[in-house]
């Protein structure tokens, strides 16, 4: 009798494991690998990537990132991504080369790979989607200090990591910018990283001030960058000395734009950026998007998408953000 309960019990067992197997190879799996934990943008683009699924349904999403933003620690992550077979990768990438022959690697074991927000060369990703063109960034990012600043005066960049690909495209185009005549009274006088944490940032922009006294202002085209700037115009006692804008996150932002640390900043929807991505790796996935040059694919409730030159699709214009929106905004992202 004993036995025989035991064979039932074993079989109950073996039942109840496969039907486990069944159910999770039922559902596709999607890692979101962003650049860093503890960055409420990416938080933001994960809820986008959780709409998505919620739409689509049949989808597991995995959301990942190393805890510094480091090539290193990302690499280690899709290493296990393709250990456990996932079917689709997203990546906003810690360095523009680095991350390629893991990605290629993934790619050759059936894995489908983008990447979005911040991009890895083009032979190790299927597409990259960028959330705004990159020279309309660059150059409205100058336009918008220049304004803050009278067009006169030393101004500094405060970007993310040196190996960030999105921020390094984006100080490109500013450089670009500035060789336009409006700003020939206007100097850079220094490119700083943060690395996209929050302490080091805020020693950085702390690092410019000693350095450049007769600073006017400071570009941080980066949510953690512009938010410990912030914090650190403040603590030094330097609103309205020093002018500050960038790409900002509208609730880490609201209490420097309403006491006029930060003027205006922009920045575009990381909920829509973190769906998008999510969607159309589904639909790469399924086979539903080929990812070739000049396909207009249909992403979902943020409608059509060109894939262009590079294999570079790129959503809308970014928002700018003042004292009229931002609470508005705020409540959002
Ligand atoms: C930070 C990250 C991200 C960038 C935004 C603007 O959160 O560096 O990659 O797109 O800022």
């Known amino acids: 009798m004993k036995k025989i309960r035991l064979f039932f019990i074993s079989i109950l067992i073996i039942l109840l494991m496969t039907s486990v197997v069944f159910a999770q190879s039922d559902n596709i799996r999607i890692a979101m690998v962003v650049k860093g934990l503890g960055n409420a943008f990416f938080e933001a683009c994960h809820k986008g990537g959780q709409e998505a699924v919620e739409e689509l349904g049949g989808i597991e999403l995995i959301f990942q990132g190393p805890s510094t933003p480091t090539a290193e620690g990302q690499i280690e992550i899709i290493d296990s991504l393709i250990a456990q077979r996932v079917d689709g990768i997203a990546i906003s990438?810690?360095?523009?080369?680095?991350?390629?022959?893991?990605c290629k690697r993934a790619m050759d074991m059936g894995i489908t790979v983008i990447s979005f927000d911040s991009g890895i060369a083009a032979e190790g990703r299927l597409l990259h989607l960028d959330p705004s063109g990159a020279e309309f960034i660059g150059r409205s990012q100058v336009k918008m200090v220049a304004d803050l600043v009278d067009y006169k005066g030393q101004i500094?960049?405060?970007?993310?990591?040196?190996?960030?690909?999105?921020?390094?495209?984006?100080?490109e185009w500013m450089k670009e910018e500035l060789k336009e005549p409006a700003y020939k009274d206007m100097e850079l006088v220094a490119v700083v990283y943060g690395d996209d944490l929050s302490d080091k940032s805020y020693r950085e922009a702390m690092g410019l001030f000693t350095s450049y006294p007769d600073l006017k202002g400071i570009i941080s085209p980066t949510t953690v960058g512009i938010a410990?700037?912030?914090?650190?115009?403040e603590d030094a006692g330097k609103i309205g000395e020093v002018q500050l804008t960038g790409l900002g996150l509208p609730s880490e932002m609201k209490q420097y734009i309403l006491n006029g640390t930060c003027e205006k900043?922009?920045?575009?929807?990381?909920?829509d950026l973190g769906y998008s991505s999510t969607y159309i790796t589904y639909k790469l996935i399924k086979g539903e998007f080929k990812a070739e040059q000049g396909?207009?694919?249909e992403v979902g409730r943020m409608g059509q998408i060109e894939i262009g030159e590079n294999?570079?699709?790129?959503m809308g214009e970014p928002f700018v953000f003042d004292k009229d929106n931002i609470e508005q905004f705020a409540e959002i992202y």
């Open 93 to 102: 990438a810690n360095d523009v080369d680095a991350l390629v022959p893991i």
């Open 156 to 171: 500094a960049i405060l970007s993310a990591s040196s190996q960030h690909t999105n921020q390094n495209t984006w100080i």
């Open 228 to 233: 410990a700037t912030g914090k650190a115009i």
């Open 265 to 271: 900043m922009a920045l575009w929807n990381p909920i």
């Open 295 to 297: 396909e207009i694919f």
């Open 311 to 314: 294999n570079v699709a790129v």
